[in-house]
């Protein structure tokens, strides 16, 4: 078992509803929303977010259109469609549930010994 | 030191480092394999790279001269590689092993175990164009092998050079961003090889272009058998195609190689090709050739010097390294035959369809032209509609539905929908089921026979010494059609003449001539056969000394083609002659039936048709022993004219005896050429014919044997309804 493994899937899971969660905010450059993620800590890579774009995209939750920008060809916009706020709304909702199970699990230490208990 | 040079990268132009661009150029590539098997792949580098071309836009706008490598790995860094957007290894692995072999890609020398070979024309060995190089370099064997070759076949690969040439890229052309085109199979969409589709791909034409283009050679064959007279039509695309276009077919089935990977098939569609990129490749291979040839015959006379000393060592040396070059010449010798096993598999199958379908066409065209002959053989009704069934869906319907899958395979479209086919498979059965019907019906009709009985034919004269045999020509006009089925000679509107009338020779018991009819005829039941035969009006005429008999049996469509038969016994006296002019019937032969006195009437299989060979055209006389040729007799009978004849040709023996071996020679000529035309016995009928009436005439009673064959007796009774096709006459 690798801890770095664990661990990206871990933040893998979280990373779309992260990125919608931006996107939703307001039409944004992809790489204004790698700033963001870095600014809340959050490391993506541009190789990762791109595909994930163009996943999105291509299910309909988001749109993008070509904004000119004042040096070279012109740049894509993202902004999300009403199917990709009812999409981002079920992932809201997911995750705070998931939040509040991971949090009344791991708070109290005696409910951590307990399960690693039954663990054993 | 570091050379820069400038690329076009998604729309900017931006100076690079040589070595930086050798970076760059295998991180786009490791991206695009990465996404290979990603839907909108395209979208995704496309967007990766505008990001990277931005980047390196804005360090050159803060004062960089050019991109480093610091910059490229800055950018990678930022950007990611594939290893690093998965954290599950064998995932990233396994996607970028199926694509392996990026790094090598431009050293085609060096081959890659297991990955996929791609042919690049081979810039540093190049003579021309390097073609020949990068296909030895592919497949492994010396490059010198693979000019032979070409020049060899000279004309015919020239087309097949042009194409790789302008096709395959060469060693040095790498182009960042949207990656140049390449020619591949497209296993895809393939029928043989995938070539026609790989050409497809590459030169953005529809797929069924460069089909029609392999298969113009073939339509040109079948135009060009026997004379068919669309002339020289396909003579001019010949000279490039024909049947060169098998050739380049197999050359480049060897030669190139297959889209295997998803990476492979991106760069099979790759950007557009257009003239100039043609021309400035050949261009630019051209103004080098000169140099290089002359160079080359330098070289040459060098190397023949030092090949001369060195061919000591070099034997020493070869023991130990022909035995890797052996694997390496036969794993491109398995892969060579592997291809042509396959293209002979394809041949002998393809073959086989196009005779099938040439077949079934045939049998369609005849069946069809016979329209008119049905209402003659046919009852009307529940006959009828089972001819019409068994046409169209048994012959005409499989004919359809093999010329349609045969153009849907080439317009490409592969999945032929499943209704179409059932349809045609059902239409089929339909056509089985009245076919079979058809043949248990018709053989009903003409099922029983009638008894026959002999009728007294009254002669005017019986008595005379000598009879001719002729033929009463029918009472009307007609045409000689552009068709001809026998025993059906003759249409007019309400009456098909049936040449089915035999001529019986038997010994007389009286001192007259005697001619006795046997008319014969099939019906459904007895008492129909009977009736039918009845039916039949045969006149048989005697003028003066000669014997008029019908040609034919006139049958009309009320009466119905029973195999109604006409057989016509004379009975010679003894001492008297007969002589038969005119074609009578269906075959130009007589039935001799000597000294017995049977009435057996299958006298197909009588031996004394065998032993005695009859010609039309010459007077025999009837002995005690059976008949004989005059000129035999002529020595016993003392007959004035016969002897002025006789001695003529006495006079006249060893002139026609130089004429019969001339005349010989020229038949066995004849006959030398039809086996090589490999016609069918029509044409070898033919030419008998003609040799037996000319030797006839000039020969006039000289009794020979000869080596020529008599036309071999089919059997009437069987054949009528199952004519082999040597007797259509078009």
Same mark, same amino acid.
């Given at each position: 078992?690798?801890?770095?493994?664990?661990?990206?899937?871990?933040?893998?899971?979280?990373?779309?509803?992260?990125?919608?969660?931006?996107?939703?905010?307001?039409?944004?450059?992809?790489?204004?929303?790698?700033?963001?993620?870095?600014? %809340?800590?959050? /490391?993506? +890579?541009?190789?990762?977010?791109?595909? &994930?774009?163009?996943?999105?995209?291509? *299910?309909?939750? !988001? =749109?993008?259109?070509?904004?000119?920008?004042?040096?070279?060809?012109?740049?894509?916009?993202?902004?999300?469609?009403?199917?990709?706020?009812?999409?981002?709304?079920?992932?809201? %909702?997911?995750? /705070?549930? +998931?939040?509040?199970?991971?949090?009344? &699990?791991?708070?109290?230490?005696?409910? *951590?010994?307990? !399960? =690693?208990?039954?663990?054993? | 030191?570091?050379?820069?040079?400038?690329?076009?990268?998604?729309?900017?132009?931006?100076?690079?480092?040589?070595?930086?661009?050798?970076?760059?150029?295998?991180?786009?590539?490791?991206?695009?394999?990465?996404?290979?098997?990603?839907?909108?792949?395209?979208?995704?580098?496309?967007?990766?790279?505008?990001?990277?071309?931005?980047?390196?836009?804005?360090?050159?706008?803060?004062?960089?001269?050019?991109?480093?490598?610091?910059?490229?790995?800055?950018?990678?860094?930022?950007?990611?590689?594939?290893?690093?957007?998965?954290?599950?290894?064998?995932?990233?692995?396994?996607?970028?092993?199926?694509?392996?072999?990026?790094?090598?890609?431009?050293?085609?020398?060096?081959?890659?175990?297991?990955?996929?070979?791609?042919?690049?024309?081979?810039?540093?060995?190049?003579?021309?164009?390097?073609?020949?190089?990068?296909?030895?370099?592919?497949?492994?064997?010396?490059?010198?092998?693979?000019?032979?070759?070409?020049?060899?076949?000279?004309?015919?690969?020239?087309?097949?050079?042009?194409?790789?040439?302008?096709?395959?890229?060469?060693?040095?052309?790498?182009?960042?961003?949207?990656?140049?085109?390449?020619?591949?199979?497209?296993?895809?969409?393939?029928?043989?090889?995938?070539?026609?589709?790989?050409?497809?791909?590459?030169?953005?034409?529809?797929?069924?272009?460069?089909?029609?283009?392999?298969?113009?050679?073939?339509?040109?064959?079948?135009?060009?058998?026997?004379?068919?007279?669309?002339?020289?039509?396909?003579?001019?695309?010949?000279?490039?195609?024909?049947?060169?276009?098998?050739?380049?077919?197999?050359?480049?089935?060897?030669?190139?190689?297959?889209?295997?990977?998803?990476?492979?098939?991106?760069?099979?569609?790759?950007?557009?090709?257009?003239?100039?990129?043609?021309?400035?490749?050949?261009?630019?291979?051209?103004?080098?050739?000169?140099?290089?040839?002359?160079?080359?015959?330098?070289?040459?006379?060098?190397?023949?010097?030092?090949?001369?000393?060195?061919?000591?060592?070099?034997?020493?040396?070869?023991?130990?390294?022909?035995?890797?070059?052996?694997?390496?010449?036969?794993?491109?010798?398995?892969?060579?035959?592997?291809?042509?096993?396959?293209?002979?598999?394809?041949?002998?199958?393809?073959?086989?369809?196009?005779?099938?379908?040439?077949?079934?066409?045939?049998?369609?065209?005849?069946?069809?032209?016979?329209?008119?002959?049905?209402?003659?053989?046919?009852?009307?009704?529940?006959?009828?509609?089972?001819?019409?069934?068994?046409?169209?869906?048994?012959?005409?319907?499989?004919?359809?539905?093999?010329?349609?899958?045969?153009?849907?395979?080439?317009?490409?479209?592969?999945?032929?929908?499943?209704?179409?086919?059932?349809?045609?498979?059902?239409?089929?059965?339909?056509?089985?089921?009245?076919?079979?019907?058809?043949?248990?019906?018709?053989?009903?009709?003409?099922?029983?026979?009638?008894?026959?009985?002999?009728?007294?034919?009254?002669?005017?004269?019986?008595?005379?010494?000598?009879?001719?045999?002729?033929?009463?020509?029918?009472?009307?006009?007609?045409?000689?059609?552009?068709?001809?089925?026998?025993?059906?000679?003759?249409?007019?509107?309400?009456?098909?003449?049936?040449?089915?009338?035999r001529?019986r020779?038997?010994?007389?018991?009286?001192?007259?001539?005697?001619?006795?009819?046997?008319?014969?005829?099939?019906?459904?039941?007895?008492?129909?056969?009977?009736?039918?035969?009845?039916?039949?009006?045969?006149?048989?005429?005697?003028?003066?000394?000669?014997?008029?008999?019908?040609?034919?049996?006139?049958?009309?469509?009320?009466?119905?083609?029973?195999?109604?038969?006409?057989?016509?016994?004379?009975?010679?006296?003894?001492?008297?002659?007969?002589?038969?002019?005119?074609?009578?019937g269906l075959f130009d032969n007589v039935h001799i039936?000597?000294?017995?006195?049977?009435?057996?009437?299958d006298w197909e299989n009588s031996l004394d048709n065998e032993?005695f060979e009859w010609?039309?055209?010459?007077?025999?006389?009837?002995?005690?022993?059976?008949?004989?040729?005059?000129?035999?007799?002529?020595?016993?009978?003392?007959?004035?004219?016969?002897?002025?004849?006789?001695?003529?040709?006495?006079?006249?023996?060893?002139?026609?005896?130089?004429?019969?071996?001339?005349?010989?020679?020229?038949?066995?000529?004849?006959?030398?050429?039809?086996?090589?035309?490999?016609?069918?016995t029509?044409?070898?009928r033919?030419?008998?014919?003609?040799?037996?009436?000319?030797?006839?005439?000039?020969?006039?009673?000289?009794?020979?044997?000869?080596?020529?064959k008599s036309v071999p007796q089919n059997s009437l009774f069987i054949n009528?309804?199952?004519?082999p096709?040597?007797?259509?006459?078009?």
């Open positions: 078992m690798n801890i770095d493994n664990t661990q990206s899937q871990m933040r893998k899971g979280v990373l779309e509803f992260c990125i919608l969660s931006i996107i939703r905010q307001g039409e944004v450059y992809p790489s204004d929303i790698v700033e963001k993620m870095k600014a %809340a800590n959050l /490391n993506i +890579l541009e190789g990762t977010l791109y595909p &994930l774009l163009t996943r999105l995209k291509n *299910a309909e939750f !988001l =749109t993008y259109r070509w904004v000119e920008s004042n040096s070279g060809p012109p740049r894509k916009y993202f902004s999300m469609t009403g199917k990709g706020l009812a999409f981002y709304e079920e992932l809201e %909702a997911t995750w /705070n549930e +998931l939040a509040n199970a991971v949090n009344t &699990l791991t708070a109290p230490i005696q409910a *951590a010994d307990t !399960l =690693t208990n039954v663990n054993q | 030191m570091k050379k820069v040079i400038n690329i076009n990268f998604q729309g900017r132009i931006l100076p690079i480092e040589e070595s930086a661009y050798d970076m760059l150029k295998q991180y786009v590539d490791s991206l695009r394999r990465f996404f290979a098997n990603e839907e909108g792949r395209d979208e995704i580098i496309n967007d990766i790279e505008g990001r990277i071309a931005e980047l390196f836009d804005e360090s050159l706008k803060k004062g960089k001269t050019c991109i480093t490598d610091d910059e490229v790995n800055t950018v990678i860094a930022s950007m990611g590689r594939p290893e690093d957007f998965d954290a599950d290894e064998n995932i990233v692995k396994a996607q970028l092993e199926g694509e392996a072999g990026g790094g090598s890609r431009d050293r085609i020398y060096e081959r890659n175990t297991g990955g996929a070979k791609t042919l690049y024309r081979d810039e540093n060995n190049k003579f021309l164009g390097g073609v020949c190089s990068g296909i030895g370099a592919y497949t492994g064997i010396d490059p010198v092998i693979i000019r032979v070759l070409f020049v060899l076949f000279f004309g015919v690969t020239f087309l097949a050079y042009l194409i790789l040439w302008v096709a395959v890229p060469s060693t040095s052309s790498v182009v960042i961003g949207s990656q140049r085109k390449r020619l591949f199979r497209d296993a895809d969409s393939k029928i043989l090889g995938g070539v026609c589709s790989g050409l497809a791909q590459y030169f953005s034409v529809q797929i069924w272009v460069p089909r029609l283009l392999f298969l113009i050679p073939f339509f040109s064959l079948v135009f060009r058998w026997g004379n068919w007279g669309v002339g020289d039509f396909p003579h001019l695309l010949s000279f490039s195609f024909s049947p060169g276009s098998i050739v380049i077919y197999i050359i480049f089935w060897l030669v190139i190689p297959e889209a295997k990977s998803t990476a492979d098939k991106l760069e099979m569609k790759g950007e557009k090709v257009d003239l100039n990129n043609i021309k400035s490749t050949i261009q630019g291979d051209l103004e080098g050739f000169k140099d290089r040839a002359q160079t080359f015959g330098n070289e040459l006379k060098e190397r023949a010097q030092v090949v001369g000393q060195n061919i000591s060592d070099a034997g020493k040396r070869v023991g130990g390294e022909s035995a890797g070059a052996a694997k390496r010449t036969g794993n491109g010798l398995v892969n060579v035959l592997g291809v042509l096993l396959k293209i002979f598999v394809y041949f002998i199958v393809g073959s086989i369809i196009f005779a099938i379908v040439v077949a079934l066409f045939t049998g369609g065209v005849i069946l069809t032209g016979l329209l008119p002959a049905y209402s003659f053989v046919l009852e009307d009704g529940l006959q009828k509609i089972l001819a019409w069934g068994t046409l169209i869906f048994f012959i005409w319907v499989p004919v359809i539905a093999i010329v349609t899958w045969i153009i849907r395979r080439i317009a490409g479209k592969k999945s032929s929908s499943s209704i179409i086919s059932l349809t045609f498979f059902a239409f089929w059965i339909v056509g089985i089921i009245c076919f079979v019907n058809l043949l248990v019906a018709l053989g009903s009709s003409f099922r029983y026979r009638n008894t026959p009985t002999e009728q007294v034919a009254n002669l005017s004269n019986p008595g005379i010494n000598k009879l001719e045999v002729k033929s009463n020509n029918f009472n009307r006009y007609y045409y000689n059609d552009w068709f001809n089925f026998e025993p059906f000679s003759t249409f007019d509107d309400d009456s098909v003449y049936v040449k089915n009338v001529i020779i038997t010994k007389s018991t009286t001192d007259s001539f005697q001619v006795n009819m046997v008319r014969m005829s099939n019906g459904n039941s007895r008492a129909d056969a009977n009736q039918r035969a009845s039916l039949i009006k045969y006149a048989v005429l005697q003028r003066d000394s000669t014997l008029y008999l019908d040609k034919g049996i006139a049958i009309t469509s009320q009466d119905k083609f029973r195999n109604q038969q006409v057989i016509v016994t004379i009975a010679v006296p003894v001492g008297k002659r007969i002589k038969v002019g005119d074609k009578i039936d000597m000294g017995r006195g049977n009435n057996y009437w032993a010609r039309r055209n010459v007077e025999y006389v009837m002995t005690t022993t059976g008949l004989e040729r005059v000129l035999k007799q002529l020595n016993v009978d003392e007959d004035n004219s016969d002897r002025d004849i006789l001695e003529e040709l006495k006079r006249n023996k060893e002139d026609l005896k130089q004429e019969i071996e001339r005349q010989q020679r020229e038949l066995d000529e004849k006959k030398r050429e039809l086996e090589k035309t490999g016609d069918t029509y044409k070898f033919q030419t008998t014919y003609r040799y037996k009436e000319t030797a006839e005439k000039t020969v006039a009673a000289v009794k020979t044997k000869r080596a020529t009528t309804m199952s004519m096709l040597s007797r259509f006459v078009f």
